[in-house]
């Protein structure tokens, strides 16, 4: 009986046109994701060779094993008058080979993986290490400066070249914390330990770099992102000695006190909100008796030198919140539209439903109040 060739192929034809396709559709995926291979950070690169390394042992094994399959189709395939095939059946030997060359295999990518697991925190770095308690909230990440005494949100600032060691916190659920660009994910687990270290490579100061949760975390996992910020040592030193001041306990502009007394007052933000030097004596206030700090919301003692807000889902900067007075003399947002600040003040929940911040609706005259208090904070 002959073999109906043609229609094989045609099937064959379909099958690789769709894999192609499929695999073009796939790469225009997220131009701007941060990706693994793009290693800016020493832990990444390990991470990024074992990859390779992996793909290369994958491509040999792929391209026998494939290439020994369409040899044996063409080679012994059935033709008018062919004997029947030779039954190998029970053979030993050859089962013997073919249970141990897999096991070969997948031993070098298992001494491969275990070599860069145990080498991952083995990488020189200059200065002393900084160590960062990070703290996984529901949804947005926490960065308390240890030694230093500092504690910023979705803003991880960080000297070029430092070892960062990071210890992973959470009192709610599992979060895990990733920056593609400079370590692989580690879980943050309530009640256990884990720590991540990191540094940036000497030369991407100036650059900042995505990081994400990734560990399913509830209704806003996939807005929890955060920014790793790289600075070099003088920059960062500078950095760290305008965190380290209290805020003015009276900001001097009108605008600016209005909006202060909005964050002190009754029902006011100072409930979930921190500001050293103004609802917070000093650092040590920021701290409860448990793991993770106390404050539901981010500590905004120097809100106003950051750009990111929930969870890096908005951005915002003086800039585009330019606060004017209006015609009835009261203090207004001029383009609300282009406020990353505007839109999560005016409606948090419509901005990342279910998060924290529940709050009774502002008035456009509160709201510019609040901004330009917090554009105070610097
Ligand atoms: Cu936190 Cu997902």
């Given amino acids: ?154 803003e991880l600032v960080i000297p070029e070249g430092t070892r960062i060691v990071a210890q992973l916190q959470s009192n709610n659920v599992i979060h895990s914390f990733w920056v593609p660009e400079l370590f692989g994910k580690t879980d943050v687990v309530p009640g256990h330990n884990n ?67 909005l964050f002190l007052g009754s029902g006011g933000c100072q409930g979930c909100h921190g500001i050293v030097g103004v609802n917070l004596q000093d650092y040590n206030h920021l701290k409860g008796g448990g793991d993770a700090s106390v404050l539901v919301g981010p500590n905004l003692t120097h809100f106003g030198s950051r750009r990111q807000i929930a969870g890096a889902i908005l951005q915002w900067d003086p800039a585009s919140c330019v606060v004017v007075t209006g015609s009835d003399g009261q203090p207004k947002i001029e383009n609300p539209g282009s406020c990353g600040l505007y839109q999560w003040l005016h409606d948090p929940q419509a901005v990342k439903p279910g998060n924290d911040m529940n709050i009774r609706t502002l008035s456009d005259t509160e709201i510019a109040q609040l901004i330009a208090y917090l554009e105070s904070l610097t």
């Fill in 195 to 261: 720590t991540s270290e990191f540094s940036a490579d000497p030369g991407t100061a100036g650059k900042s770099f995505r990081g994400q949760c990734t560990e399913f975390c509830g209704l806003q996992h996939a807005h929890m992102n955060f920014y790793v910020i790289v600075k070099s040592q003088d920059d960062f030193n500078a950095w760290l000695t305008a965190q380290q001041q209290a805020a003015a306990a009276n900001p001097a502009q009108q605008a600016a006190l209005a909006g202060q007394k």
């Fill in 1 to 154: 009986m002959r073999m109906p060739l043609f229609r094989g192929m045609k099937r064959w034809g379909v099958l690789l046109s769709a894999l192609l396709l499929s695999s073009l559709l796939l790469a225009a995926c997220g131009g701007n994701s941060p990706s693994i291979l793009n290693p800016s950070g020493p832990v990444a690169l390990k991470e990024s060779n074992l990859f390779w390394f992996i793909l290369v042992v994958a491509s040999i094994v792929f391209v026998v094993v494939e290439g020994l399959l369409i040899y044996s189709i063409v080679r012994f395939r059935e033709r008018p008058n062919s004997p029947a095939a030779i039954q190998t059946h029970g053979n030993t030997t050859v089962e013997i080979i073919w249970t141990i060359v897999p096991s070969v295999f997948l031993f070098i990518v298992l001494i491969g993986t275990i070599y860069t697991m145990f080498g991952l925190k083995t990488f020189s770095s200059t200065g002393s290490p900084i160590q960062i308690k990070v703290v996984g909230h529901q949804w947005w990440w926490e960065f308390d400066y240890l030694n230093e005494h500092i504690v910023t949100a979705d």
